[in-house]
């Protein structure tokens, strides 16, 4: 299957600063890849939506001036998180839609767990 | 109603046994059904795939579809230990996210 990577995949940051993570599809180009959050024992909760190109797509309750989103290229998105606040804390897993030879399906980043102090 | 429903579970199954996982969804023009796996404190990893009614098989895998009764389901045979996880449901209704549903918690005691 399409290989999707995650940089970092732990972080500590103090409150108030800010935290990027990238998004990486390796062997395939992804026009799309989204952007989740997951709190323990609790499912998978979409974000955001990142376009190639354009603007991003917000889920309803998501701060698009707190979760910023950036797909500068068909391979990297990145979601920085801006003045990080304790209940920001979570792991974050993006995805990237492919279709094809893979027909249409998400493969997911291995997740990046964000630990707000 | 939710888009996608699952039994959260636990399902407890003991080694050997068939597992089976079962998910229903609410939207007749779903084209596309997905099966992920996601270990505690990993990220979900796709597992099966399936696109048309029927059964499809890979390994100790079954995916079954039927669209008239908006049901997909999975079955796990000779279950493992290394199979308890939380199985996640995944539809692809022509949006471009999939819609998933809350998982199925699944006990393989040895």
């Known amino acids: 299957g399409a290989v999707v990577s995650q940089h970092p995949s732990w972080v500590i940051c103090k409150s108030g600063t800010s935290v990027k993570i990238e998004c990486r599809s390796l062997d395939f180009q992804a026009t799309t890849m989204f952007w989740y959050r997951q709190f323990p024992k609790q499912s998978l909760m979409l974000m955001a939506t990142?376009?190639?190109?354009?603007?991003?797509?917000?889920e309803q309750g998501v701060e698009k001036d707190k979760f910023l989103i950036n797909h500068a290229s068909l391979t990297l998105s990145t979601l920085t998180v801006t003045s990080a606040h304790p209940e920001d804390s979570s792991f974050y897993i993006c995805?990237?839609?492919?279709?094809?030879?893979?027909?249409?399906?998400?493969?997911f980043g291995p997740g990046t767990r964000l630990l707000v102090l | 109603q939710k888009e996608v429903e699952q039994n959260s579970g636990p399902l407890s199954v003991p080694e050997g046994a068939i597992a089976s996982l079962n998910c229903t969804y609410s939207d007749r023009v779903s084209q596309s059904f997905f099966w992920y796996r996601q270990y505690s404190g990993k990220s979900p990893e796709l597992i099966m795939s399936i696109y048309s009614n029927g059964d499809k098989e890979d390994g100790r895998f079954t995916a079954q579809l039927n669209k008239a009764s908006q049901y997909v389901s999975l079955l796990i045979r000779d279950s493992q230990p290394s199979d308890s996880a939380t199985y996640l449901c995944a539809v692809y209704t022509g949006r471009r996210a999939l819609t998933f549903g809350s998982g199925t918690r699944l006990q393989v005691q040895p």
């Open positions: 995805s990237a839609h492919t279709s094809g030879t893979y027909q249409e399906t998400q493969y």
């Open positions: 990142s376009n190639e190109g354009s603007k991003a797509t917000y």
